[in-house]
């Protein structure tokens, strides 16, 4: 569109590999897993992401740095929040 600023990008029909591009699927990376962990010690949540391997989920609180590990069991559970104490 002639006169338009050549910062304005137009998405409506999908050619830059936008959500409804070509290749949108390509595109976007695999969500990563995380389980919620309120951590007692500060009163703070965070994510906590599963490691490449997919045998536990670890992280640390973000105030103390306290760190938390939850094993990935065969049973598994549906829970997706859990507490830190």
């Known amino acids: 569109m002639a ?3 050549d ?3 137009d998405l ?3 050619s830059a590999g936008g959500p409804d591009g070509p290749d949108a ?3 976007t990376p695999p969500a ?3 389980i919620g962990v309120h951590f ?3 009163g703070v949540y965070a994510r906590i992401y599963r490691l490449p391997s997919g045998t536990a989920y670890e ?5 103390c740095a306290r760190r938390v590990r939850v094993r990935v069991d065969a049973d598994g559970t ?3 929040f859990f507490r830190a104490r």
Not at 59 to 63: D, H, N, Q, V, Y
């Open 3 to 5: 006169g338009d600023p």
């Open 7 to 9: 910062y304005l990008l």
């Open 12 to 14: 409506s029909s999908g």
């Open 25 to 27: 699927s390509e595109s």
């Open 32 to 34: 990563r897993r995380w």
């Open 40 to 42: 007692e010690c500060c």
């Open 59 to 63: 992280g640390f609180c973000p105030r």
């Open 78 to 80: 549906e829970a997706r």
